[in-house]
């Protein structure tokens, strides 16, 4: 039975993946900062609670993610994946316009955390030929006015992902783009986007709402939990589209 951590898990494309990741028959350990959101998840998908682990956490404090792992390890002996999905986009603002403090957290969640994970768990996933699933962005190659930090934070995880390839060659290490997901991030964008966003952008995000064009965390919840289970190591240091046709493969191959 693999073992999966996935952050981020109490809410939106995070539940979703760790949902399906028990319906596969993995065990999963849940993460982020709201304890109540992700008991309840638990008892759901896992009424048993067997093959589910709840550890509330801030992915930002490294001493916190070290506890996750070695709660991980405590209770299943194995740490085979991490699905790294914890993510903020404030602030949202121009470059001159944004607050430094609020900067400087989007980077600790969004970069410091996955490399925390990520390093007090490589020993794990080495013993395990395990995988790392790094949750980025389609602003990680285009930049995405008002959305300084979270692009190039988000950027760097895409190399994170890249430089532990080379690294950890019997690590499968991905950066997976998830689409335009319905979740709590596009609330961010549609309530404080006007002000920190060029007008045009902010309204397609606006429209792909109101059009109901927005992807329910399933579908790409699906292809995350699918690779964190079966990537090919051929497929390490790349960054995949949740749709890509060969993810969309594994996909049926393992969950049709």
């Given at each position: 039975m693999n073992v999966i951590l996935v952050t981020g898990a109490s809410r939106g494309l995070g539940a979703a993946t760790?949902?399906?990741?028990?319906?596969?028959?993995?065990?999963?350990?849940?993460t982020a900062r709201s304890a109540g959101a992700l008991d309840a998840l638990a008892g759901q998908a896992d009424p048993g609670g067997e093959r589910s682990l709840v550890v509330p956490a801030d992915v930002a404090?490294?001493?916190a993610c070290q506890k996750v792992i070695a709660a991980a390890i405590e209770?299943?002996?194995?740490?085979?994946?991490?699905?790294?999905?914890?993510?903020?986009?404030?602030?949202?603002?121009?470059?001159?316009?944004a607050d430094p403090a609020q900067w400087r957290q989007n980077i600790a969640v969004n970069l410091l955390g996955p490399y925390y994970l990520i390093h007090h768990a490589l020993p794990h996933l080495r013993a395990g030929r395990g995988r790392v699933i790094n949750v980025s962005t389609g602003a990680a190659i285009n930049p995405?006015?008002?959305?300084?930090?979270?692009?190039v934070a988000k950027a760097a995880v895409n190399m994170l992902a890249r430089v532990l390839a080379e690294e950890a060659p019997e690590v499968v290490?991905?950066?997976?783009?998830?689409?335009?997901v319905d979740t709590a991030m596009q609330e961010t964008i549609r309530e404080e986007g006007a002000a920190g966003m060029p007008a045009e952008r902010?309204?397609?995000f606006v429209r792909l709402h109101e059009q109901g064009d927005l992807l329910p965390p399933e579908l790409p919840g699906r292809a995350l939990a699918a690779l964190a289970l079966h990537a090919p190591p051929a497929w390490s240091g790349e960054f995949l589209s949740w749709d890509d046709p060969k993810v969309?493969?594994?996909?049926?191959?393992?969950?049709a």
């Open positions: 760790a949902r399906i990741l028990l319906e596969m028959g993995a065990a999963v350990v849940l404090d490294e001493s209770r299943f002996g194995q740490l085979d994946g991490l699905v790294n999905n914890a993510g903020v986009l404030q602030p949202v603002a121009a470059l001159g316009d995405a006015p008002g959305w300084s930090a979270y692009s290490s991905l950066a997976v783009r998830p689409g335009v902010h309204r397609r969309a493969a594994l996909v049926t191959r393992h969950t």
